[in-house]
C-alpha cells in the first residue's frame, strides 16, 4: 500500500528483497528497476541475476557495485579450474575499486586475492619454467601493492616477505619479515620467517633461536610448522 501511495528507494528496496526471499525474481526486478542508479541497485540487480542462473549478467552487477565479497567467491569458484579466468576477474574488480575511490584497505585485500591467484595459476606451471616465473613475480607485484596501500598490515607484509624468499631474494624477504614483526611483535609468522632466511643463508644457531621465540608466541602458526620441518629435515 505504501508503495502505491508514496514510492520511495527504501519501500522500493525492501519489497525486493522480500521478493527474492520468497523466490520471486520477477517481482523483486519489477522493485529494484524503479530505483535509480547506485551500488544498491546494481547489488539487488546481481541478486536476482543469481536467483535466475545468470551468473555471468550476475557477475557484471557485482563489479559495477562493487561488491569484493561476491566477487571473491566467484573467483574462488573459477580458480578451482582455471586460475588465470579467476585473476582477470579479480583484476576487474581491483580497477574497479581503484576508479571508485574505494577506501584502501579494500583495494589491498584485492590485490593480496591476486597475488594468491598468481600464485595457484604459477603452480600449475613447468616447475622452474619461464612461465612459471612469470606468475611467481606477478604475484610479487600484487603483494608489493598490497602492502602499500595497507603498510600496517602485518599480514600483507608476511605474504609479500614469503614471495620475496620464494623468488630468492633473501635480502629483501628478511627486510619484509623484519617489518612485519615491527608491525606486529606478536606475529609468529613473522619471527618464524626471519628463522627460514636465517636457516636458508646458513646460520642455524639463528633459525633455532627464532624458531623457539616464534614457539613461544604461537607454536600452532603455519611458519612456525615450516621452519620446523626445515630444520627437521636438513
Known amino acids: 500500500m505504501l508503495d502505491r501511495v508514496a514510492p520511495a528507494p527504501y519501500v522500493e528496496t525492501t519489497l525486493a528483497r522480500a521478493a527474492l526471499e520468497r523466490g520471486d525474481p520477477g517481482a523483486a526486478e519489477r522493485y529494484a528497476v524503479r530505483l535509480p542508479g547506485s551500488p544498491a541497485r546494481d547489488e539487488l540487480m546481481a ?3 543469481l536467483a535466475r542462473g545468470e551468473n555471468a549478467l550476475a557477475t557484471e552487477y557485482f563489479l559495477a557495485a562493487p ?3 561476491a566477487i571473491a567467491i566467484g573467483a574462488e569458484a573459477l580458480a578451482r579450474g582455471d586460475p588465470e579466468a ?3 576477474l579479480e583484476n576487474l574488480l581491483a580497477v574497479r575499486l581503484g576508479r571508485s575511490a574505494t577506501h584502501p584497505d579494500a583495494r589491498a585485500q584485492s590485490y593480496w586475492e591476486l597475488g594468491r591467484l598468481a600464485n595457484r595459476k604459477a603452480w600449475r606451471e613447468v616447475p622452474g619454467s619461464v612461465r612459471q616465473r612469470e606468475w611467481l613475480e606477478r ?3 600484487d603483494f608489493d601493492t598490497a ?3 595497507a603498510p600496517l598490515s602485518e599480514r600483507y607484509v608476511v605474504e609479500d616477505a614469503n614471495q620475496a624468499d620464494l623468488l630468492g631474494d633473501r635480502t ?3 627486510a619484509l619479515f623484519a617489518r612485519a614483526a615491527d608491525i606486529d611483535p606478536a606475529s609468529a ?3 618464524a620467517g626471519l628463522g627460514v632466511v636465517a636457516w636458508e643463508s646458513g646460520d642455524r644457531p639463528a633459525a633455532d633461536a627464532y624458531l623457539a621465540r616464534s614457539r613461544r608466541i ?3 602458526a603455519s611458519m612456525v610448522r615450516a621452519l620446523e620441518r626445515d630444520l627437521r629435515e636438513r
Open 47 to 49: 541478486r536476482i541475476a
Open 67 to 69: 561488491d569484493p565479497a
Open 86 to 88: 579467476a585473476y582477470a
Open 139 to 141: 604475484g610479487l607485484l
Open 147 to 149: 602492502v602499500s596501500l
Open 172 to 174: 629483501r624477504a628478511r
Open 189 to 191: 609468522d613473522a619471527v
Open 218 to 220: 604461537d607454536p600452532g
